[in-house]
T-cell receptor, first 113, second 114 residues
Framework: QQQVKQSPQSLIVQKGGISIINCAYE??????FPWYQQFPGKGPALLIA?????SEKKEGRFTISFNKSAKQFSLHIMDSQPGDSATYFC????????????FGAGTTVTVRA | DAGVIQSPRHEVTEMGQEVTLRCKPI?????LFWYRQTMMRGLELLIY????????DSGMPEDRFSAKMPNASFSTLKIQPSEPRDSAVYFC????????????FGDGTRLSIL
């Protein structure tokens, strides 16, 4: 079963709106939480990542919020643009010699102009 | 700089045939990963290598799947014999070191088994 649960499966947002994607995990050994962005016909690419020692990380219009006690984290895309239309994957891994990323199921974001 | 290079980009073959997917990681990266992506199961890690040595192949679905990394610049994923349920997009990724290092993905091989 998937170790990281992601929702929603898809969302549609108007240009300039906010997209919010949520992820939850159970494995308390996870301590690295990246988000990957994938365009059609391309491989996933790292977008932004967070470690549990901070509750929020912002890079441009993309922000990760992290709630360690709830074992949840989310991606917020502010001022969404048509070029943000893609599939977004959350992931998690333990920082150890077991270097394996567990991916969420993905969220397809469509930004309408 | 060149990213992770995979070939072929598309492969269509008949059931029972041998399929070989190829990957060239980013120069200097010491970890290499093979993933499979399907609508039903999402992104699954099949196997990963460190310094050309297989570390964890627990995600390899069956004995029909095998992977090798003969040197630091080349890896193959082989399916023999292939079955229609192997149809998927296969990605190779590489990274430098462990911990909080990003994995760099290739553009994948879309495999269709008829």
């Amino acid at each position: 079963q998937q170790q990281v649960k992601q929702s929603p499966q898809s969302l549609i947002v108007q240009k300039g709106g906010i997209s919010i994607i949520n992820c939850a995990y159970e494995n308390t050994a996870f301590d690295y939480f990246p988000w990957y962005q994938q365009f059609p016909g391309k491989g996933p690419a790292l977008l932004i990542a967070i470690r549990p020692d901070v509750s929020e990380k912002k890079e441009g219009r993309f922000t990760i919020s992290f709630n360690k006690s709830a074992k949840q984290f989310s991606l917020h895309i502010m001022d969404s643009q048509p070029g943000d239309s893609a599939t977004y994957f959350c992931a998690a891994s333990p920082w150890s010699n077991d270097y394996k990323l567990s991916f969420g199921a993905g969220t397809t974001v469509t930004v309408r102009a | 700089d060149a990213g992770v290079i995979q070939s072929p980009r598309h492969e269509v073959t008949e059931m029972g045939q041998e399929v070989t997917l190829r990957c060239k990681p980013i120069s200097g990266h010491d970890y290499l990963f093979w993933y499979r992506q399907t609508m039903m199961r999402g992104l699954e890690l099949l196997i990963y290598f460190n310094n050309n040595v297989p570390i964890d192949d627990s995600g390899m679905p069956e004995d029909r799947f095998s992977a090798k990394m003969p040197n630091a610049s080349f890896s193959t994923l082989k399916i023999q014999p292939s079955e229609p349920r192997d149809s998927a997009v296969y990605f190779c990724a590489s990274s430098l070191g462990v911990g909080y290092q990003p994995q760099h993905f290739g553009d994948g091989t879309r495999l269709s088994i008829l």
